[in-house]
């Protein structure tokens, strides 16, 4: 079984979300039934990798004990920065063996969901180190991991709000309005996810045969749209299921192909990841950098700090040249975007002018797709060829 994929996940959530939504009418807790649903599919998803589950047990179990430990020595101890780095570190242990297992042939650590699942521990240490978070149950982290909605690929919730939410019993009406916007993105996922995205590929497969430069034009615009649609409806439904569960995980996009420029684009596209990687990326990076003076301006930390975090989003995604490339791509266009409109006087002249906004979104839209192109891998088999 694959979350959101085939007809026996979508029987099994079927009958979860109808007994939900019966136990939040009845105004009853929907605490431990989500965790009990989550453990359900974890175990069906594992059944036919037992050294997937294997792994994932062991994560669970080390990222507990972390998370625990840390709580421990920061009570005692306070902010010692070396002690917070060795801990982010180990946090990351895992995820770093699996994306650089590959190269070795080895799969450590390859089991679905590893790459959301580190970003909520790391988080998780994060804001202990900020003094945010003072305590956590063994009990409510588990039921924070294994969440299943968003288990295998988002949004990336944040565990205060999560718990906030776990922990609370709406009244009749709050869920049932909860529950009707829910079932509501439960479905618009759906359309979007299997006949959108169902026919944008069809699109890319008909284009990637060509060799014209209209081909790869078309290419990379079918390609943009096969990934918005694709992903875009599982977290729609992620999201959906979430709510009838009464956790009102983060939306992740926000019509983002009405961007006028780059930086809105990453407000609206992915944003439980780019938000994830602005807060705990590319501030700190500003600020650290701040405090070593290793820049002159401001304006420089941050055309750094884009390409920092841009370019370990791109690693993160995998350990290849066009996600590399398409992280270091992104950076770049950031950075030039904050010293264009930090700079430039035609811009602050004319940037609320209908003509300019048009143009800007037109450009931006170009420039996003070629991302795209990027990111698919088709522009390196095409320099490869």
């Known amino acids: ?31 431990w039934y989500g965790f009990a649903v989550s453990l359900l599919y974890v175990g069906l998803v594992f059944a036919g990798s037992p050294t997937g589950f294997a792994y994932f047990l062991f994560f669970c179990v080390w990222s507990v004990g972390l998370v625990k430990g840390y709580l421990a020595i920061r009570a005692k101890n306070g902010r010692k920065e070396r002690i917070y780095h060795v801990f982010v570190l180990l946090s990351l ?32 240490i994060i804001e202990i180190y900020d003094g945010v978070i003072k305590e956590v149950s063994v009990a409510e982290m588990a039921a924070f991991l294994v969440f299943f909605p968003s288990f295998s690929s988002g949004p990336i919730d944040r565990s205060r709000r999560f718990l906030a939410d776990l922990n609370r019993r709406l009244p009749r009406e709050e869920y049932l309005e909860l529950c009707g916007k829910g079932i509501w993105k439960l479905l618009l996922g759906a359309v979007y996810k299997f006949v959108l995205a169902a026919f944008a590929y069809k699109a890319m497969g008909y284009l990637e045969t060509g060799t014209a430069w209209y081909h790869w034009v078309g290419y990379a615009y079918a390609y943009g749209m096969y990934l918005f649609f694709d992903f875009a409806g599982y977290s729609r439904m992620a999201v959906g299921s979430s709510y009838v569960l009464g956790i009102e995980t983060p939306d992740n996009f926000n019509l983002p192909f009405i961007s006028r420029d780059i930086r809105e684009f990453w407000d609206r596209w992915h944003i439980t990841l780019s938000h994830w990687f602005r807060d705990f990326v590319f501030t700190r990076f500003v600020m650290y950098s701040s405090k070593k003076k290793w820049f002159s ?43 264009y409109q930090k700079k430039s006087k035609f811009y602050k002249k004319n940037k609320n002018q209908r003509w300019y906004q048009i143009a800007s979104w037109a450009v931006t839209m170009q420039l996003v797709m070629f991302g795209f192109f990027l990111f698919s891998g088709k522009l390196m088999e095409l320099i490869a060829g």
């Open 297 to 339: 301006s401001r304006l420089q930390r941050a055309c750094a700090g884009f390409f920092v975090d841009m370019g370990i989003m791109g690693l993160w995604h995998g350990i290849t040249p066009s996600y590399i490339l398409y992280g270091l791509y992104h950076g770049l266009l950031l950075a030039l975007t904050e010293t």
């Open 1 to 31: 079984m694959s979350y959101y994929e085939g007809l026996a996940f979508f029987l099994l959530l079927t009958v979860a979300l109808v007994v939900a939504a019966v136990l939040g009418t009845l105004e009853l807790s929907l605490k």
């Open 93 to 124: 242990l895992p995820l770093v063996l699996c994306k650089v297992s590959p190269l070795f042939e080895l799969n450590l650590f390859g089991f679905v969901g590893i790459s959301y699942l580190t970003f909520r521990v790391v988080q998780m």
